[in-house]
């Protein structure tokens, strides 16, 4: 597969993703949400409430990760593609990767 290709394909697969990641500003950050649910947790008063809380924040870290991963991948591609003067690919990546940061949050 040629460079070409794999920019083009990078780069559609981020646009999937940041499609995709639009359901994200409907809700609280993943963060706050992983936050919210941890005290929740820290303040139950049993241990079912506890395990049930910490589980879902523990889900909402693992999405904030993965969102952080991708937006540093992003991130990666727009310094790429800007220090090879692909002015167009990189604002793509940059505009993918604060699609992913803001969904992190």
Known sequence: MSNTNKTSLGYYAGMVLMLCSFTAFAT?????????????????????????????????????????????????????????????LAKKAAEAAVVHLKAAQ
Request: no cysteine; hydrophobic share 40%; proline share 0%.
């Open 28 to 88: 609280d950050s993943h963060i706050g949400q992983a936050i919210k649910h941890a005290e929740s947790a820290a303040n139950a008063a049993d241990a079912k409430s506890i395990a049930e809380h910490a589980e879902l924040a523990k889900a909402h870290v693992k999405t904030a990760n993965e969102h952080l991963d991708a937006g540093a991948k992003s991130l990666d591609e727009a310094i790429e593609h800007g220090k090879l003067g692909h002015t167009d």
